[in-house]
T-cell receptor, first 115, second 115 residues
Framework: KQEVTQIPAALSVPEGENLVLNCSFTDSAIYNLQWFRQDPGKGLTSLLLIQSSQREQTSGRLNASLDKSSGRSTLYIAASQPGDSATYLCAVLHAGGTSYGKLTFGQGTILTVHP | DAGVIQSPRHEVTEMGQEVTLRCKPISGHDYLFWYRQTMMRGLELLIYFNNNVPIDDSGMPEDRFSAKMPNASFSTLKIQPSEPRDSAVYFC?????????????FGDGTRLSIL
């Protein structure tokens, strides 16, 4: 059974810092890995999607990497801002078997960026 | 584009009552997903549809839960009878395909409280 773990569970940093969020998964049979952002009382917003054949994706101040063989991904946020405060969720899309098409989520990292 | 629309946003009802949650996916998306989010278990996939047909309902917790998709623009998740442990935030998501580079788009969720 696929398990997704995110570290740390919570992170508080001053504005301007660069930071790294970690995600690990136990089954490498995935189509892609996705990073989402969730604001309080809201749904999930897709930030970055890395296909299984890719190593990284970038969008603005965000960079996500994927090492499928070791079951790891990192989300790098450069020059953090208070508006980045949210919960960040990592999810993997299963490639086959009885879990085909399913997204398994980690528990999330709660990020607080203070001015 | 309007995004995934869920209703109601909040629902408070008494134990034993029937609850119906509604979702309108993004036009043109062939896949629709229902998730449940709790503090204890995080985000869990309940069921997903492809072209209005249920593909995998292995995440539906009990027979009290049922989901339908009568057409491409509407889906319901029904709980009958409801119990306090069903209290959670229920999300609907849609996507244009399972594989590749298409992320799932989430609605803002329905916060359900069963008293």
């Amino acid at each position: 059974k696929q398990e997704v773990t995110q570290i740390p569970a919570a992170l508080s940093v001053p504005e301007g810092e660069n930071l790294v969020l970690n995600c690990s998964f136990t089954d490498s049979a995935i189509y892609n890995l996705q990073w989402f952002r969730q604001d309080p009382g809201k749904g999930l917003t897709s930030l970055l999607l890395i296909q299984s054949s890719q190593r990284e994706q970038t969008s603005g101040r965000l960079n996500a990497s994927l090492d499928k063989s070791s079951g790891r991904s990192t989300l790098y946020i450069a020059a953090s801002q208070p508006g980045d405060s949210a919960t960040y969720l990592c999810a993997v899309l299963h490639a086959g078997g009885t879990s085909y098409g399913k997204l398994t989520f980690g528990q999330g990292t709660i990020l607080t960026v203070h001015p | 584009d309007a995004g995934v629309i869920q209703s109601p946003r909040h629902e408070v009802t008494e134990m034993g009552q029937e609850v119906t949650l509604r979702c309108k996916p993004i036009s043109g998306h062939d896949y629709l997903f229902w998730y449940r989010q709790t503090m204890m278990r995080g985000l869990e996939l309940l069921i997903y549809f492809n072209n209005n047909v249920p593909i995998d309902d292995s995440g539906m917790p009990e027979d009290r839960f049922s989901a339908k998709m009568p057409n491409a623009s509407f889906s319901t998740l029904k709980i009958q009878p409801s119990e306090p442990r069903d209290s959670a935030v229920y999300f609907c998501a849609s996507s244009s395909k399972i594989q590749g580079s298409q992320p799932q788009h989430f609605g803002d969720g329905t916060r359900l409280s069963i008293l």
